[in-house]
């Protein structure tokens, strides 16, 4: 009898002895706290799904376009990368511009320059001055570095003489486009050189000398810049002081 007593107290036990309860930790492992009454169930602390961290909110980046070598690329235009450069007076647009070569090409070098008169100016003999007044109108065309001219003169054995070459530009244009130079005679003590806007002068003193020998007198319009065209005229002049 004292055995039976003992074999139900221990069944009563197994299948829990009070199922009254505040948590899980009053239950079995196998049950569960629902409302107050342990029952099978699957406990709240198994499974539970750790937190990775927070997902990041992207309504708020903005799209930037980022080249391959991390640097971002500037959206820019056609308009953007082409120069507005307004030509002056006496520059043309190489590629579409026409120029018709004048009479006196080709005279891109002294060697091939073109000689403004067969006679003999100043004092071919040593009682005799000769005068020369002289224009012509050409063009210097943008594929053409240089225009070259000469004349020939006889300094005077008594008396001193001045050549004077005269250049007019059709239109007003910027000294820094073209030069006018004198080859023969040198701007220096002898000759005096200036430019103008628009125009050129130079004037060269021949003093008198004790010998008649012929003597050349060179000029030349050179471009300074690539784009440089004009119509021109040119004008010599061989004078008595």
Same mark, same amino acid.
């Given at each position: 009898? %004292? +055995?039976?007593?003992?074999?139900?107290?221990?069944?009563?036990?197994?299948?829990? &002895?009070?199922?009254?309860?505040?948590?899980?930790?009053?239950?079995?492992?196998?049950?569960?706290?629902?409302?107050?009454?342990?029952?099978?169930?699957?406990?709240?602390?198994?499974?539970?799904?750790?937190?990775?961290?927070?997902?990041?909110?992207?309504?708020?980046?903005?799209?930037? &376009?980022?080249?391959?070598? !991390?640097?971002?690329?500037?959206?820019?235009?056609?308009?953007?990368? #082409?120069?507005?450069?307004?030509?002056?007076?006496?520059?043309?647009?190489?590629?579409?511009?026409?120029?018709?070569?004048?009479?006196?090409?080709?005279?891109? &070098?002294?060697?091939? !320059?073109?000689?403004?008169?067969?006679?003999?100016?100043?004092?071919?003999?040593? &009682?005799?001055?000769?005068?020369?007044?002289?224009?012509?109108?050409?063009? %210097?065309?943008?594929?053409?570095?240089?225009? +070259?001219?000469?004349?020939?003169?006889?300094?005077?054995?008594?008396?001193?003489?001045?050549?004077? +070459?005269?250049?007019?530009?059709?239109?007003?244009?910027?000294?820094?486009?073209?030069?006018?130079?004198?080859?023969?005679?040198?701007? !220096?003590?002898?000759?005096?050189?200036?430019?103008?806007? !628009?125009?050129?002068?130079?004037?060269?003193?021949?003093?008198? #000398?004790?010998?008649?020998?012929?003597?050349?007198?060179?000029?030349?319009?050179? %471009?300074?810049?690539?784009?440089?065209?004009?119509?021109?005229?040119?004008?010599?002049?061989?004078?008595?002081?």
């Amino acid at each position: 009898m %004292k +055995w039976l007593m003992i074999l139900a107290a221990l069944s009563v036990v197994s299948c829990s &002895s009070d199922p009254n309860c505040s948590s899980d930790s009053d239950c079995f492992q196998s049950e569960i706290c629902a409302s107050g009454q342990c029952t099978q169930g699957v406990r709240s602390d198994a499974g539970v799904t750790p937190d990775m961290g927070t997902t990041p909110d992207t309504s708020t980046l903005q799209d930037v &376009s980022v080249a391959d070598d !991390g640097v971002t690329t500037p959206d820019m235009t056609v308009a953007d990368m #082409t120069p507005d450069v307004a030509l002056q007076a006496c520059e043309v647009d190489r590629l579409t511009s026409t120029c018709t070569d004048d009479t006196y090409e080709p005279n891109n &070098s002294w060697i091939d !320059g073109e000689r403004l008169s067969a006679m003999y100016a100043g004092c071919p003999t040593t &009682s005799t001055f000769v005068p020369l007044d002289l224009q012509i109108d050409a063009t %210097k065309c943008a594929r053409d570095v240089e225009d +070259w001219y000469y004349i020939d003169f006889y300094p005077c054995v008594n008396n001193d003489i001045e050549i004077v +070459w005269t250049l007019t530009l059709d239109d007003q244009c910027s000294p820094d486009l073209f030069e006018f130079d004198s080859l023969s005679f040198d701007c !220096g003590p002898e000759a005096t050189c200036t430019k103008t806007t !628009g125009a050129g002068e130079i004037r060269i003193n021949v003093p008198q #000398t004790g010998l008649r020998q012929s003597q050349l007198s060179y000029i030349a319009l050179k %471009k300074l810049a690539e784009n440089f065209q004009a119509n021109y005229s040119l004008r010599v002049q061989v004078i008595q002081k």
